[in-house]
């Protein structure tokens, strides 16, 4: 049995961005990026690419990966991870980690293995602390709020908790705000539950399918970390991304 096993969703289709994976960034289709980043994990045992394209499961053995094909029918990546997982040597935990993600860090990976295995948690999933308050109201990005031992009480994209006495300029600098960070590690039979459930009413609401578990009564644990994502969704986010990888290899040296 594989002990961690990262499973990383890539389709092809895309409405803003169309073939998104196999978009160059810094000489590198983004799907590579995002699978070199993923082995460097410590705990990461096996790394695998979900896809339903045949270009993009050639591209990712042309550079030496692993990738096993899915349906193009799965309505998301978490459909999509669990119909792989199906098809693999059994793994005591499993990482959904997004294909948009080309600067993730390796080391969220460890820590989401970590938590699973200190836990008796169904799901592990990443926050980090909200300083802006553009961030704050900005619809795209997912707010949580926690309890004190970390276990989620909501997830929206408005802004939570409400700051009643204050203005909302105010808000970012005198409560502590958490984003969502969307990469997940699941216990495999709370993967199946979650995928052959059908969407909650807020899920569909907000359009966050991690509402879902909530209303499953799914237990999971928010991992606190320094890492703030950088989806690539947009011709602009590749050149915003390409900048920051640039960036790191010459502080690197």
């Not at 890539?10 to 799907?31: C, Q």
């Not at 692993?66 to 990482?95: K, N, Q, Y």
């Not at 970390?150 to 802004?159: E, G, I, K």
Request: hydrophobic residues 40%.
């Amino acid at each position: 049995m594989t002990n961690v096993l990262a499973l990383i969703p890539a389709r092809y289709a895309s409405t803003r961005l169309p073939g998104k994976p196999l978009v160059e960034i810094d000489g590198k289709p983004m799907i590579q990026h995002v699978y070199e980043r993923v082995c460097r994990a410590e705990r990461a045992d096996r790394v695998v690419v979900a896809t339903d394209d045949e270009r993009i499961r050639a591209v990712v053995a042309g550079f030496g990966g692993e990738a096993v094909m899915t349906s193009s029918e799965h309505g998301s990546g978490t459909d999509r991870i669990a119909a792989a997982a199906r098809t693999l040597e059994p793994a005591r935990f499993i990482i959904n980690i997004q294909g948009d993600e080309p600067m993730i860090d390796p080391a969220v990976i460890d820590t989401l293995a970590e938590a699973l295995e200190s836990t008796d948690c169904e799901c592990a999933t990443p926050i980090g602390r909200i300083t802006s308050g553009r961030d704050l109201f900005d619809t795209n990005v997912v707010k949580v709020v926690v309890r004190k031992d970390y276990t989620p009480l909501y997830f929206s994209r408005s802004p939570i908790p409400c700051h009643r006495d204050l203005e909302p300029e105010e808000w970012s600098s005198a409560h502590p705000y958490y984003r969502h960070i969307g990469i997940y590690a699941y216990r495999p039979d709370a993967l199946e539950k979650f995928v052959t459930a059908a969407p909650s009413p807020l899920e569909i609401c907000e359009q966050l399918e991690q509402l879902r578990m909530l209303d499953l009564g799914m237990s999971l644990f928010c991992v606190e970390t320094d890492y703030t994502g950088h989806a690539v969704d947009t011709p602009e986010d590749v050149m915003t991304v390409e900048k920051l990888i640039q960036e790191a290899r010459l502080r690197q040296g």
